[in-house]
């Protein structure tokens, strides 16, 4: 049961109440940016949360226990800091979010209603609806390491070691169309750089990062596959960096990269035909002695 603040407490004892919600958005870049419902823009914390900018919650339900607790908040995007291509971009994943409940005729009357963070965004008609997860959302994530076949590191990271920059190229765009791109002067073979990375270097997209779905080779020049369509337009010429990837295989991490001894899974893990196995009357092999 929340505590309310005299001050509020006092308010809603009153009979008339003049409340409105408040949304803050905290971003992985720290940057922080707030709207409401209310009909004129609102302050305090040192975070102005923008009127009429569209944004609306669900209802808001709460359970005992470690039930993960979501609801939505969706709206049109009017925002000069919310809109469609900021959203698509990714700026927003992950975002941190505290909802208060504010009188806005005094705004140190306030109650913070919930914490999570911003889940899965979709989009349609100028309007957005994104997931807000709750807390306990965090304890369904994955901690430490997983015993499996494949590998569980991050292709350059400390634990694989793969020195990612001599894995790289710099090249440009020939044509593009909607999440797919044709890179000139690639000689790698096929899916060299699926599950990597492309860079814009230059362009609307300057500094912009996608992950590549699929590489195929044609001719002289390589056609990438994006997981995800590009918000900015990719024109012939644009300077962009490949990185290529890894499908988590030893052989790709012993052939492609030299690095086997950094392989951070477990190829020779027997599979469920070998757990489920038992000695049956006739095989060969059954003389007592240990199961190769």
Request: proline share 2%; glycine share 12%; charged share 20%.
């Amino acid at each position: 049961m929340k505590a309310l603040p005299a001050g509020l407490q006092a308010h809603l004892d009153g009979g008339v109440t003049t409340l409105c919600h408040c949304w803050r958005l905290t971003l992985k870049s720290g940057a922080r940016m707030g709207f409401t419902d209310h009909d004129r823009t609102l302050t305090f914390d040192g975070t102005n949360f923008e009127a009429q900018a569209g944004f609306t919650g669900s209802e808001i339900e709460s359970s005992l226990g470690l039930s993960v607790d979501n609801l939505e908040a969706s709206g049109a995007l009017t925002s000069g800091v919310l809109d469609e291509a900021r959203l698509r971009s990714g700026d927003f994943d992950h975002a941190a979010i505290e909802i208060w409940r504010v009188n806005w005729q005094d705004v140190t009357q306030r109650l913070l209603m919930r914490k999570g963070h911003m889940g899965e965004v979709q989009f349609g008609g100028g309007a957005f609806t994104a997931e807000v997860r709750g807390l306990v959302h965090v304890l369904n994530q994955q901690h430490g390491r997983v015993y499996q076949y494949g590998c569980d590191a991050m292709l350059g990271d400390g634990r694989c070691k793969v020195n990612v920059a001599s894995f790289a190229i710099t090249r440009s765009v020939v044509s593009a169309s909607g999440s797919s791109a044709t890179i000139a002067s690639v000689t790698q073979d096929d899916d060299w750089f699926s599950r990597g990375s492309i860079e814009f270097l230059t362009g609307a997209g300057t500094g912009r990062v996608f992950a590549i779905r699929r590489h195929r080779k044609v001719g002289s020049t390589a056609v990438l596959d994006l997981w995800q369509q590009p918000e900015f337009s990719v024109t012939a010429g644009t300077s962009v960096k490949l990185t290529a990837g890894c499908d988590k295989q030893l052989t790709t991490c012993h052939d492609r990269f030299s690095n086997a001894v950094n392989y951070r899974g477990f190829p020779h893990m027997p599979g469920s035909d070998f757990v489920t196995a038992f000695p049956r009357s006739g095989d060969l092999g059954n003389d007592g002695s240990r199961r190769a």
